[in-house]
C-alpha cells in the first residue's frame, strides 16, 4: 500500500492528499493518499477505453477465471485487510470478515453466469429465402459490453460495495473496463483491492486499461468521469443529492448515459392486525434488532413501520421500546454520517404531530448512533412529506393507521423503495392480497415475516426499486441480473459466419445457449 493512484498498470504520484480518520476514536489516520484529479480521470478513461474493445470480446471462460483471480486475489491479502477496514470503518471484525466473503462469493457467482452463457441471450433466426410473400434474412443477435464504466465506492460497504463490489464485478463479467472512484472514507481498504483487482489483470494477460482505481475527496473528480465521453454507464451508492446530481451531470452530456444509481428508502414494514395480535411483543424485540443492526447503516434499514391502531400496537410498541432501551449506541461510519444522522433525528422530533417514543442509550465515545423510534398518525404522515424521507441509521417512524384503506392510503402515497415487509398470519392473507398489487408497483423486493436487512447475493436477488429508490427500477445491483445493467443487443444480418461473434457462428463453438426461432437449445 503506496497511497498512490492506480492508472492501469501504473502507479501515480499526487500533489495533494487525503487522510481517513478513525470513526471509533475520532482520531485522523496517518497515511497519505493522493488526491486523483480530472487529469487523471481523463487518462484512466482513456487507457479503459483502449482496453475496450480486446477485453469486450474476451472469451466467457476467460473472464470466469479473471473473476475467480480476483477472489483468489483477495483472499490473499489476508488479515491486514481487516484490520484497514475496522480501523477506517469502526465496523467489528465479524462484520467484515462475512462482507469479505460475500465479496469473494459474488465474484465466483458471477464467474459461473459467465461460463453459462445465458447473459448473452444469443438468437438465432435462420433465413427463410422461399418465404412468400417476402423472404426472411439469416438473423442473428447476442448481447455486447456497452462501454468503460465508473464506478462509486459505497460508504457503509468497504467490500461488497465497493471496489471489488456488485456494481464492479457485474461491469467486468459483462466484458466492461472499470474505473473505480474510491471513497475518502477508507482508501486503505480500497487500495488493497484495487491491487488485487489489478494483479488478477496481469496475471490473466488482459489490456491493463480493464481496471483503474482513483481515489479523492473532491466532487470535481466524481464529476469529470461521469462526464467522460468516453464513459458509457455509472454505478453508484449513496446518498440522493449525490446521485441526482451525478444524473445531472450524465443527461447535459452530448450522449446522455444511465446513472445506476441506489440512493434512498425508508423501507415500510406492515404489521398486519392477526400477527400483530399474537406476536406483538416478539415482533418489538426483534425489530430493535433490524433496526440497530450496524448501526442502521444498510440501504435496507426499517426506517417505516404501519399498522392499523389499537392496543395490539401499544404492545408492540412497549415490547419495542423495553428492547431499546438496552441498545447500545454503535460507531458510525463517519464524523459526516454521525452529524448527518443527529440532525436527522432532531428535525424529524420537531415536525408536528410526531412523538418521539424511545431512544437508545447514549453512547460514550465519537460518532455514536443513539437509536430513536417515533410515531406519527396516518393524517399527519400523508399531509407531510418529510416524515417519509430517509434517516441513515437507527431510526424508525411508526404510523398508527385508523383501518385498512388508511393503511392503504399511506402505501399509495409512498415514494419507491427498495423493499417492503409484511408480518402476517394466514388469516392475514385477505388483506395482504389486496394491498399486493400497490406493493408491486411501490418496491423492488417484498418479504414476509422476516426484516429487510440482509440481502441475499444470488439470481433472483432484486436490489432495486422504483425512483428514488433506485434512478432505474429495471434493474438491480445485487445479484447476477446486475451484469444487465451494462449490456445492449446488437443484430447481424446476413453476415458471413467468419465475421460473427463465435456465440453466435453457426457451428456454436463455445457450446453456449442459443434460441433458434425462439426455442432455447
Known amino acids: 500500500m503506496t497511497g498512490r493512484i492506480l492508472i492501469g498498470g501504473k502507479e501515480v504520484e499526487g500533489s495533494h492528499f487525503f487522510q481517513a480518520t478513525d470513526p471509533a476514536t475520532g ?52 488479515d491486514v485487510l481487516i484490520e484497514k ?12 470478515e462475512g462482507e469479505r466473503g460475500r465479496t469473494v462469493g459474488q465474484l465466483r457467482l458471477f ?31 447476442r448481447r455486447f459490453a456497452v462501454g468503460p464504466v465508473v464506478v462509486f465506492g459505497a460508504s457503509n460497504f468497504p467490500l461488497a460495495f465497493s471496489v471489488a463490489g456488485g456494481d464492479t464485478v457485474a461491469a467486468l463479467a459483462a466484458g466492461c473496463p472499470v474505473v473505480f472512484k474510491g471513497h475518502p472514507a477508507h482508501p486503505a481498504t480500497g487500495e488493497l483491492v484495487a491491487r488485487a483487482i489489478r494483479s488478477a489483470v496481469a496475471k490473466c494477460g488482459l489490456p491493463e486499461g480493464v481496471f483503474s482505481y482513483l481515489p479523492g475527496t473532491s466532487h470535481e473528480l466524481g464529476a469529470a468521469l461521469v462526464a467522460d465521453s468516453r464513459v458509457k454507464a455509472v454505478g453508484f451508492t449513496g446518498s440522493r443529492s449525490g446521485g441526482l446530481a451525478l444524473m445531472r451531470i450524465a ?18 414494514v406492515l404489521l398486519l392486525p392477526a400477527m400483530l395480535a399474537s406476536e406483538a411483543e416478539l415482533l418489538g424485540k426483534a425489530f430493535v434488532g433490524s433496526l440497530t443492526m450496524g448501526a442502521g447503516q444498510f440501504c435496507t434499514n426499517p426506517g417505516l413501520l404501519l399498522a392499523i391502531d389499537g392496543p395490539d400496537v401499544d404492545r408492540f410498541i412497549a415490547a419495542a421500546t423495553d428492547a431499546l432501551a438496552q441498545s447500545d449506541a454503535i460507531t458510525m461510519l463517519t464524523p459526516s454520517i454521525h452529524e448527518a444522522y443527529c440532525t436527522g433525528v432532531e428535525a424529524l422530533a420537531s415536525q408536528s404531530g410526531v412523538r ?48 385498512a384503506e388508511e393503511l392503504r392510503q399511506v402505501l399509495a402515497g409512498l415514494e419507491g423503495q427498495l423493499t417492503a415487509t409484511l408480518h402476517m398470519t394466514t388469516e392475514d392473507e385477505p ?28 439470481h433472483a436477488m432484486v436490489h432495486g426499486g422504483p425512483f428514488p429508490a433506485t434512478t ?38 463455445l457450446g453456449l445457449p442459443r434460441r433458434i426461432d425462439g426455442i432455447r437449445q
Request: charged share 20%.
Open 431 to 458: 388483506l395482504a392480497g389486496a394491498l399486493m398489487p400497490l406493493l408491486v408497483r411501490k418496491v423492488g423486493r417484498i418479504l414476509a415475516n422476516g426484516w429487510p436487512t440482509g440481502v441475499e447475493v444470488c
Open 27 to 78: 482520531t485522523v489516520i496517518d497515511s497519505l493518499f493522493a488526491e486523483a484529479t480530472p487529469v487523471h480521470a481523463d487518462a484512466a478513461c482513456a487507457l479503459a477505453d483502449e482496453a475496450f474493445d480486446i477485453y469486450a470480446l474476451t472469451p466467457p471462460e476467460r473472464i470466469a477465471v479473471f473473476l475467480e483471480e480476483i477472489a483468489g486475489a483477495i483472499i490473499a491479502i489476508g
Open 85 to 96: 477496514a475496522m480501523q477506517e470503518t469502526g465496523l467489528p471484525r465479524a462484520r467484515l
Open 356 to 403: 418521539l417514543l424511545a431512544r437508545g442509550r447514549v453512547g460514550e465515545g465519537p460518532n455514536r448512533g443513539q437509536a430513536a423510534l417515533f410515531e406519527t398518525s396516518a393524517a399527519d404522515f400523508m399531509a407531510n412529506p418529510a416524515l417519509g424521507h430517509e434517516i441513515f441509521g437507527s431510526c424508525s417512524l411508526l404510523v398508527r393507521c385508523a383501518d
Open 111 to 141: 464467474a459461473g453466469l459467465v461460463r453459462q452463457g445465458e447473459w448473452l441471450d444469443a438468437r438465432i433466426d435462420p433465413a427463410m429465402p422461399e418465404r412468400l410473400p417476402m423472404p426472411r434474412g439469416d438473423l442473428r443477435s
Open 472 to 509: 432505474d427500477g429495471r434493474s438491480t445491483s445485487v445479484g447476477t441480473m446486475a451484469i444487465e445493467r451494462f449490456l445492449r443487443p446488437v443484430c447481424f444480418q446476413d453476415i458471413a459466419d467468419g465475421l460473427l461473434p463465435a456465440a453466435i457462428r453457426r457451428d456454436n463453438p
Open 251 to 268: 443527461a447535459a452530456r452530448a450522449e446522455p448515459i444511465p446513472v445506476y444509481a441506489e440512493m434512498s428508502a425508508v423501507n415500510p
